[in-house]
């Protein structure tokens, strides 16, 4: 019996995560483990390998274009969208930065170490779902930021600059008519570079584990965007557009995890509605299974509870600030720190760099005030600062030990 069109990209789509879960379970790939490893000890080698996955993203992306298979000033998820909405990256980047931190891992992560037995992972994905929820089918988001976020928006439309996807920008401030040239070029040295600081690095050369991550985990992001985008992708968005009864979020999309966190929710809500099965539901489910088989087969699998009330508590606050910030900031470090990346859009970057810089600052407060226990917050916070060299050195409170 051959598959319909929606059950071959949903099938595939579980595939890709099985094969995503059970490498970012193997390879230990984790990108506040990467900042964690940078700013504690000035080990850069899964900060690279996640650079890597950027970088193998890219170089699909820009081939995707240049053929002119698809654009992704289409996708789903609007990265490229005239309205740069600089609050929303900053205020949702930082949200998620500290959330994750607290929480122990961003939205990936607890999905993999959910798959390998640490049932806190549980509490976190499913109250993280749940504030995706609140965040796109009830009316919170427009009552607590929309308000305020949209009239100190810029919108570049109106400067005549047609999307912030980074090509597009300079070649408007440049007077430059021909978007695709400038796409090659910009895009180009941004891989050039990218290439130089990860596999031109000895550091993680030697790691194979994080070579592999950075391979097999961008390719799989391409993966997502040329099954979506490409020719099954647009069979698949043209049947649903015909569809008497249409599927939930069809369209050009790739791997992210605090939106689809949310699609558990709305599908547990419908009834098991087949109809709400969404691609990011299914790239939930395969992280999972696939972290699971790992697990099993390298005899992994270890049950982990929480090992106290404030622990229960920390991962509670962590799972509220990922899930409302990741939908704030439009995506977390799979969604916009790689998928949203690839795509070239400014926004994208804005958010990363909230992100990695409000987790390595929620890093240094755990540590000052673990080190020195009557250590104010903002002590702790203004040293923690001037360790990430974000303020003099003279301003620091605290000695590091």
């Given at each position: 019996m051959e598959l319909d069109i929606t059950s071959k990209i949903l099938g595939?789509?579980?595939?890709?995560?099985?094969?995503?879960?059970?490498?970012?379970?193997?390879?230990?790939?984790?990108?506040?483990?990467?900042?964690?490893?940078?700013?504690?000890?000035g080990d850069t080698g899964r900060f690279r390998a996640w650079l890597l996955t950027i970088a193998v993203a890219l170089a699909g992306a820009l081939w995707v274009e240049w053929q002119d298979l698809f654009s992704f000033d289409d996708a789903r998820i609007p990265y490229r969208h005239p309205t740069f909405a600089w609050p929303r990256y900053l205020l949702g980047g930082a949200m998620f930065g500290i959330g994750m931190t607290l929480a122990g891992g961003c939205?990936?992560?607890?999905?993999?170490?959910?798959?390998?037995?640490?049932?806190?992972s549980l509490?976190?994905?499913?109250?993280?779902?749940?504030?995706?929820?609140?965040?796109?089918?009830?009316?919170?988001?427009?009552?607590?930021?929309?308000?305020?976020?949209?009239?100190?928006?810029?919108?570049?439309?109106?400067?005549?600059?047609?999307?912030?996807?980074?090509?597009?920008v300079i070649a408007s401030f440049a007077g430059v008519?021909?978007?695709?040239?400038?796409?090659?070029?910009?895009?180009?040295?941004?891989?050039?570079?990218?290439?130089?600081?990860?596999i031109g690095s000895s550091a993680l050369r030697s790691e194979r584990d994080n070579v592999v991550?950075?391979?097999?985990?961008?390719?799989?992001?391409?993966?997502?965007?040329?099954?979506?985008?490409?020719?099954?992708?647009?069979?698949?968005?043209?049947?649903?557009?015909?569809?008497?009864?249409?599927?939930?979020?069809?369209?050009?999309?790739?791997?992210?995890?605090?939106?689809?966190?949310?699609?558990?929710?709305?599908?547990?809500?419908?009834?098991?509605?087949?109809?709400?099965?969404?691609?990011?539901l299914v790239a939930v489910a395969g992280m999972i299974v696939g972290s699971f088989l790992y697990a099993v087969v390298s005899r992994g699998f270890r049950f982990e509870w929480f090992?106290?009330?404030g622990d229960f508590v920390q991962h509670v606050i962590g799972a509220v600030l990922m899930g409302i910030g990741g939908v704030l900031g439009l995506g977390c470090t799979v969604g916009q720190g790689i998928s949203g990346i690839s795509t070239m859009a400014v926004g994208s970057v804005l958010t990363m760099l909230a992100i990695v810089i409000s987790s390595a600052l929620t890093m240094k407060v755990q540590y000052y005030k673990m080190l020195y226990e009557d250590a104010s917050f903002g002590a702790a916070f203004i040293t923690g600062l001037a360790d990430l060299k974000l303020v003099p050195n003279s301003l620091r409170k605290f000695e590091a030990l």
């Open positions: 595939a789509t579980f595939v890709m995560a099985v094969i995503m879960g059970a490498v970012t379970n193997r390879t230990n790939f984790c990108t506040m483990g990467a900042v964690s490893d940078w700013v504690n000890m939205g990936s992560k607890n999905l993999v170490r959910l798959g390998a037995g640490n049932f806190k509490f976190v994905v499913l109250i993280m779902g749940a504030c995706a929820y609140l965040m796109t089918r009830t009316d919170f988001y427009g009552i607590v930021f929309a308000s305020w976020v949209t009239p100190i928006s810029i919108d570049l439309a109106a400067a005549g600059i047609e999307s912030q996807e980074i090509s597009r008519e021909d978007v695709a040239m400038m796409r090659v070029i910009v895009g180009g040295i941004l891989l050039v570079l990218l290439l130089w600081v990860t991550a950075g391979v097999v985990i961008g390719a799989i992001i391409f993966g997502g965007w040329y099954l979506t985008g490409g020719p099954l992708g647009a069979e698949w968005i043209e049947a649903n557009d015909f569809a008497d009864e249409p599927a939930a979020f069809v369209g050009i999309q790739s791997f992210t995890f605090v939106n689809p966190a949310g699609d558990i929710w709305a599908y547990a809500m419908s009834g098991a509605d087949a109809l709400m099965v969404t691609f990011g090992i106290s009330g």
